[in-house]
């Protein structure tokens, strides 16, 4: 291949060092056009459930150091065992049923592995601070003040008891994520810098 597009600057490094094979960004993408948002409540959104990939109970332990009403998506190969405890897991759900529901949470954690990022810039678009590892793009450049290292689960429950009691914070992390998510990943800019890179690799 000539090209391998990726998402995150962790992927590029592998490909590139895996490959030898020119890599570049391709910025995850939402078309926001008919988004439905309800009014925020005291609740945590989980990134995930509890398998490897998605360390839900990372995001759960972070969670329940601040609220008690927790949900999470019905994400792959979740284990019964989950069901148990009190957690409403959403039930498989189209992406503007999922976008309505997530923007009733006041705050989102999401300690997972790296992948598209989709859920850190949902929770961007709608001004839901999210803690986060920097693993993610769309973590570290729409949520810099609360993007963590893997690993740090302490600095993880320190930012989420900073979130419920500064509210000042909440509201800069708030805007922020917001106006990052404005800077770069509206698709007007996708639309740009896509075009921009497809005249260069088309000469």
């Given at each position: ?134 693993t993610f793009n769309t973590q570290k450049m729409c949520h810099p003040s609360t993007t963590i290292q893997v690993g740090e689960l302490m600095r993880a429950r320190e930012l ?39 005249k260069e690799i088309c000469r």
């Amino acid at each position: 291949m000539d090209l391998i597009f990726c998402h995150n600057d962790i992927d590029k490094k592998y490909y590139e060092g895996f490959t030898g094979v020119r890599c570049e960004f391709l910025p995850t993408l939402m078309i926001t056009d008919f988004i439905e948002t309800e009014e925020k409540t005291e609740s945590a959104m989980l990134g995930g459930n509890f398998v490897s990939i998605y360390r839900g109970f990372d995001d759960y332990v972070v969670a329940k150091e601040i609220v008690d009403t927790i949900s999470a998506p019905t994400t792959g190969r979740m284990k019964k065992e989950e069901t148990n405890l009190d957690i409403n897991h959403l039930p498989w759900v189209n992406w503007l049923d999922w976008m309505k529901e997530l923007s009733k949470h006041k705050y989102a954690i999401h300690l997972g592995e790296a992948g598209a990022g989709t859920f850190n810039l949902n929770c961007a678009y709608l001004g839901i601070p999210c803690i986060g590892y920097d693993t993610f793009n769309t973590q570290k450049m729409c949520h810099p003040s609360t993007t963590i290292q893997v690993g740090e689960l302490m600095r993880a429950r320190e930012l989420a008891h900073q979130l419920k009691n500064d509210k000042e914070f909440y509201k800069q992390c708030s805007m922020t994520a917001q106006s990052m998510y404005d800077a770069y990943f509206i698709e007007e800019v996708f639309k740009k810098n896509m075009f921009k890179l497809i005249k260069e690799i088309c000469r």
